[in-house]
């Protein structure tokens, strides 16, 4: 007997929605590193406007992760680090306290990330 027939209809369509869910979780974390990963490469090389833009979108993502996501915690870091090179340190200050929010509630004040975004 094959699995299918052993299967039955309404456990097959759980089944297959947790398998898109799992599929559709690893592509929002694959936009996301990518946007990210971008974002970042532009902001070192003082291209803002561009920074900004693929930053903006992996900070949308990240968002949907969860409040208290190591991506998310990322990526307010990202943020307020383009807006401090935009001159902008009132924006900057509320998405790095943000960050740092998080990542101490997740990784604790001695982890090496919450060091790092202290710095």
Sequence with gaps: MSYHARVSSPVRRVLLTVLAACLAGCASDAAWRRHSEVGDRALRRGRLAEAEGELAVALADAETFGPNDARLAFSLNAMGDLRAAQ?????????????????????????????????
Excluded: V, Y
Aim: glycine share 6%; net charge negative.
């Design 87 to 119: 001159g902008d340190a009132a924006r900057a200050e509320p998405l790095l306290r943000r960050a740092l929010a998080i990542l101490e509630e997740t990784s604790g004040l001695e982890a090496p990330e919450t060091i790092a975004a202290l710095d």
